[in-house]
């Protein structure tokens, strides 16, 4: 990790609730083949921007650990990347602070999540939901990261800390890194089976429409049975099918199979034959990872040994930003 010719990848996942289909094809799967090619990997699991939204304790940690022991199971390695949580190296919360101050009002209000948010949560539009891009913006600077790999939808995020750190390095010089978003190109938006003009999320109210990397065969082949496809039955990647063109674009991240290829494949088929088989596709995906999973929650040891061995290892690259940033800020070291 301490070779700084490699450039350096920063990601940090939410740890409510279960990652969807749509988390793993767009996101999490891509990532995991970057300790792979090249790259210095820094992974996190965010449950300090959780609290933005009100949790119930138990619930949290559960969730947290849970999230960890899937990304394990994926096939994080912790020889190669370092994969921590993010409240336990407390650089994250100081250097938010610092960030704040160099950050405008205007900035923070005319942010996207913010805006959203505050909609569905009327109740608890609170500070650290407003502040909630410095908290980002400090997970990213603290690594010096060189990219961020997120959907094209959160590519606010990495925008308002490219202005910060600019705005900082302005002022004090050299200082952070200033980072790019790496939008993956493909298996990056993964929509609802029940509308397909909606991202799949764990949050969609009919939960027919969403994939639960947890879900059992049976529930995968009857969600894929009952999802919205289009009026005809050929299988055919086409504007206005947003619904078969969803399904093939799931087949195909999950085969490898290009549009051509699955065309040719059901030629002849209709949807009857085509959403069993994205189902039994998707099953087979997920299938070795749910039993490695599983294995990883029961070994409790082993689980806290890691990320606690993994903490003091991200705390060692952040003190060291966070270091010149006090001191270029005037702070007594």
Not at 155 to 174: L, M, S
Not at 207 to 218: A, E, K, R, T, Y
Not at 299 to 307: I, P, Q, V
């Amino acid at each position: 990790m301490e070779n700084q010719e490699k450039k350096r990848i920063l990601s940090m996942y939410q740890c409510t609730g279960t990652f969807t289909l749509g988390n793993y094809l767009g996101a999490l799967r891509n990532h995991i083949k970057l300790q792979d090619e090249g790259y210095q990997c820094v992974y996190a699991l965010a449950d300090l921007h959780a609290l933005t939204v009100r949790q119930v304790p138990a619930e949290l940690r559960r969730y947290t650990k849970e999230a960890y022991a899937w990304l394990l199971a994926m096939g994080l390695d912790t020889e190669k990347t370092v994969f921590f949580i993010q409240s336990q190296v407390p650089q994250h919360s100081q250097l938010a602070w610092l960030l704040n101050c160099y950050t405008q009002f205007g900035e923070l209000s005319r942010m996207t999540q913010f805006k959203d948010k505050s909609a569905k949560h009327a109740d608890n539009i609170n500070a650290g939901l407003f502040t909630y891009p410095c908290l980002m913006a400090a997970d990213i600077l603290l690594y010096q990261a060189d990219f961020v790999p997120v959907g094209a939808d959160q590519k606010q995020h990495v925008e308002i800390a490219r202005d910060i750190a600019e705005r900082f390095n302005g002022i004090y010089g050299d200082t952070f890194t200033v980072p790019e978003p790496l939008i993956p190109k493909h298996g990056a938006r993964v929509m609802s089976l029940q509308n397909p003009l909606s991202k799949m999320s764990k949050s969609d109210e009919n939960q027919n429409g969403n994939i639960s990397v947890l879900d059992d065969p049976d529930t995968i082949l009857r969600k894929f049975k009952r999802a919205k496809t289009d009026s005809g039955s050929e299988v055919r990647f086409a504007e206005g099918k947003e619904g078969v063109n969803n399904l093939m674009n799931i087949y195909a991240a999950v085969t490898g199979k290009t549009m051509e290829e699955i065309e040719r494949e059901f030629e002849g088929k209709g949807y009857g034959d085509f959403k069993p088989a994205v189902a039994e596709a998707v099953i087979s995906e997920l299938r070795p990872i749910q039993e490695r999973y599983h294995e990883l929650l029961a070994d409790k040891e082993f689980l806290e040994k890691t990320y606690r061995e993994q903490a003091p290892r991200a705390a060692a690259l952040a003190q060291r930003t966070l270091s010149k940033v006090m001191r270029k800020v005037g702070l007594v070291s």
